[in-house]
């Protein structure tokens, strides 16, 4: 019974910022990999970010600088907080655990939606 509930998406003018949250039940986030993918319409699944106990791997280059993933072991939470946005942010954004490649959990997605 392993839920990934994210929450924090919503609209936002073009150069707001967003903070989305990853809630986990059934794992420990601090054991597995966590990260923030994107997909905008008639566009591939992306990476954002990643963090596990030995940092922080960085996705798309377009939001370096911008995105930042932390993680709160003790609220077993994941969270992507995202400045500057652009239009070319808006996107489902979707948690996701992975442990060793082979165990994958991913949650329902939130939406962002910017506008210029």
């Known amino acids: 019974q392993v839920q990934l509930v994210e929450s924090g998406g919503g609209f936002v003018q073009a150069g707001g910022s967003l903070r989305l949250s990853c809630t986990a039940s059934g794992i420990l986030v601090s054991i597995y990999r966590m990260g923030w993918y994107r997909q905008a319409p008639g566009k591939q699944r992306e990476l954002v970010a990643s963090?596990?106990?030995?940092?922080?791997?960085n996705g798309a280059d377009s939001v370096k600088g911008r995105f930042t993933i932390s993680r709160d072991n003790a609220k077993n939470s994941v969270y992507l907080q995202m400045n500057s946005l652009k239009p070319e942010d808006a996107a489902f954004y979707y948690c996701?655990?992975?442990?060793?490649?082979?165990?994958?959990?991913w949650g329902k997605g939130t939406l962002v939606t910017v506008s210029s």
């Open positions: 963090i596990t106990s030995g940092g922080i791997t």
């Open positions: 996701n655990a992975d442990r060793g490649g082979s165990i994958n959990f």
